[in-house]
Nanobody
Framework: QVQPVESGGGSVQAGGSLKLSCAASRYIFATCGMAWYRQAPGKERELVSRISLGGATNYADSVKDRFAISRDNAKNTLYLQMNSLKTEDTAVYYC????????????WGQGTQVTVSS
């Protein structure tokens, strides 16, 4: 299976935590950078965080100091630990892998819903 598969979404109250997981192929974990995107209702998809093959990370300002991206190459799994969740974090979260030179990711998961209630 080439396409990443996300899991771990759900409903949580504001201030709570969730941890998303993304399982992908050994090829992806051996060769590619990866990222988490999200899309809220009525909004465009936005980059949440990305991690390079070597482990360098970047975060959107809106999630900095609250979210943490990590990858376990031995388990072929990407993670997104989300703490201090806010209602505005409600969205479908997507795992993406293998960015091109233009920054467009080649592989996408089907998404997992995260709903944060007040």
């Amino acid at each position: 299976q080439v396409q990443p598969v996300e899991s771990g979404g759900g409903s949580v109250q504001a201030g709570g935590s969730l941890k998303l997981s993304c399982a992908a192929s050994r090829y992806i974990f051996a060769t590619c950078g990866m990222a988490w995107y999200r899309q809220a209702p009525g909004k465009e998809r936005e980059l949440v965080s990305r991690i390079s093959l070597g482990g360098a990370t970047n975060y959107a300002d809106s999630v900095k100091d609250r979210f943490a991206i990590s990858r376990d190459n031995a388990k072929n799994t990407l993670y997104l630990q989300m703490n201090s969740l806010k209602t505005e974090d409600t969205a479908v979260y997507y795992c993406a892998a293998c960015p091109s030179t233009s920054g467009i990711y080649t592989y996408w998961g089907q998404g997992t819903q995260v709903t944060v209630s007040s």
